[in-house]
């Protein structure tokens, strides 16, 4: 009896969301406000944490910028700055554990608070075939992308916890949903950046912990030169150009401010999530083959071939 009941309330509850969700895609609802709060954003020196990092700081909020590459870090630093807000920069490798760990302190002791809001954004993909790829370059997609996220979020989730308060975004991909030929190491930590935040969602729920809120960002191509030459079937790409990094960040922005879980960006990329999940695998194979997705990783691995052969000394974390 009361198994019928729970399951009853669940009905409801579940159709309670569906409509609730569905009224959200045009009656946005009211962002929470953010000022005061203390963001850190990871790979703050790129396309994407950098226009973050400003919007962050239109809202009102503090930032902590980390990145590998100082100059650029200090770039955004100064950009933020010349909105009137306050950005400190770090130089961290968020592959190094020690690094994250010790730089952590180093943000509490330094600001004497926690932070508040945690960006996970830095990312790489190594723009090799996998055959012709160095093990390290690899490697290193999989520490970026995922394992950096363990040692961040171990880092600044024990406060946010123990205070009932926080934020943990996720920048992963629509690559992350869904995969494409040739950019393998890419996907494996995208998939695992998915599921890692999932996972971590819904131990939060689990455990009741109503104050930290999650958001999992997946972005199509971003016109950041991160995959620069990337390329669908010309007819397909007026629906699906590669976004602007100011509209993408605006969306997810939107998203993380009304505590949304997930957001694709595009819209349009659910499509491909679902039919994923509903068509047989062959099917999906014709869809990409007429859609040129098959392929549109290739002139992008042809363009980055000059690019890595003039720097033949890439760091390795
Ligand atoms: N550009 C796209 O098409 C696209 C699409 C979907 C998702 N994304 C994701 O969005 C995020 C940001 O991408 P972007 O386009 O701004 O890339 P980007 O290359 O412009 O910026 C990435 C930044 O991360 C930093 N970084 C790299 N390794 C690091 C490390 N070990 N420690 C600290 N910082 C490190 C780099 O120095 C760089 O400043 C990434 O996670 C990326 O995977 C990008
Ligand atoms: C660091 O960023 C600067 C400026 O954005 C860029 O010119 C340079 O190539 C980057 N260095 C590395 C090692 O990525």
Redesign the pocket.
């Known amino acids: 009896m009361i198994f019928l009941m729970d399951m009853q309330m669940m009905l409801l509850d579940m159709i309670y969301f569906i409509l609730r969700n569905s009224v959200r895609v045009v009656l946005r609802p009211r962002t929470k406000p953010i000022d005061g709060e203390l963001v850190l954003i ?8 950098r226009l973050f990092a400003q919007e962050f700081c239109k809202q009102g909020a503090e930032v902590v910028l ?4 100082s100059s ?2 200090e770039q955004t630093a100064k950009l933020v700055r010349e909105l009137g807000g306050q950005a400190h920069t770090y130089s ?4 190094n554990r020690d690094d994250v760990y010790q730089n952590a302190d180093k943000v509490r002791r330094d600001l004497g608070r926690d932070v508040s809001i945690l960006v996970n ?5 190594a723009g090799k075939r996998m055959l012709e790829c160095p093990d390290e370059l690899l490697e290193r997609t999989l ?3 995922c394992h ?1 996220l363990f040692w961040t979020v171990k880092a600044f989730l024990p406060q946010m916890k123990a205070q009932d308060h926080g934020h943990i975004v996720t ?5 992350g949903l869904f995969s494409t030929a040739c950019v393998e190491d ?1 996907c494996a930590s ?1 998939f695992a950046a998915v599921g890692f935040h999932e996972s971590l969602a819904h131990e939060l729920l689990a455990e009741q912990v109503e104050g930290v809120k999650t958001t999992l960002v ?10 620069e030459g990337c390329k669908i079937r010309t007819e397909v790409e007026l629906f699906l150009a ?1 976004l602007d ?1 100011q509209y993408c960040v605006e969306q997810a922005m939107n998203a993380i401010l009304i505590d949304q879980p997930l957001v694709c960006i595009p819209r349009l990329t659910y499509l491909p999530v679902l039919f994923r999940a509903l068509l047989p695998w062959e099917s999906n194979v014709i869809a990409y083959r007429f859609m040129g997705s098959d392929k549109c990783m290739y002139p992008f691995i042809d363009s980055m071939k000059p690019k890595l052969e003039s720097a033949p000394t890439i760091e390795v ?1």
Request: proline fraction near 6%.
């Open positions: 990871t790979g703050a020196g790129g396309g994407l944490g980390w990145d590998v590459n650029a870090n961290v490798d968020v592959t954004n830095a990312g790489v993909v520490k970026v992308n950096a920048i992963a991909s629509v690559l890419y995208k997946c972005p199509y191509i971003v016109d950041t030169g991160m995959f590669p990094p974390a």
